[in-house]
């Protein structure tokens, strides 16, 4: 199967930087789109960004101009780097990929485990 791993989640001021990464493993044939959710607290799963295997970027309207995703293939890597943090991006934040493990098989989606993001001051 396909193993997502999260890193860079943190506690931020406002108005601050983070940059979250994430590394596809696992038997993959290869990756559609890959891409960023979060969950706010009590609210549900939202998508942030995702970005297709050919570099093509979508972003949630609330993010844009903020965040910028972007794509290693050859790694099977996505990142999210967040500028101007705002109060209202705390969640967590979870890796998508929409992979197939096989020529034979259908895309699924897989994700990774969550890492937390705190914007405070």
């Known amino acids: 199967q396909v193993q997502l791993v999260e890193s860079g989640g943190g506690l931020v001021q406002p108005g601050g930087s983070l940059r979250l990464s994430c590394a596809a493993s696992?038997?993959?044939?290869?990756?559609?789109?890959m891409g960023w959710y979060r969950q706010p607290p009590g609210k549900q799963r939202e998508l942030v960004a995702n970005?297709?295997?050919?570099?093509?970027?979508n972003y949630a309207d609330s993010v844009k101009n903020r965040f910028t995703i972007s794509r290693d293939n050859a790694k099977n890597t996505v990142h999210l780097q967040m500028n101007s943090l705002k109060l209202e991006d705390t969640a967590v934040y979870y890796c998508?990929?929409?992979?197939?493990?096989?020529?034979?098989?259908?895309?699924?989606?897989?994700w990774g485990q969550g890492t937390q993001v705190t914007v405070s001051s």
């Open positions: 998508n990929a929409e992979a197939r493990i096989s020529r034979f098989s259908t895309y699924r989606d897989y």
């Open positions: 696992g038997r993959i044939f290869n990756i559609d789109h």
């Open positions: 970005i297709t295997n050919d570099g093509r970027p």
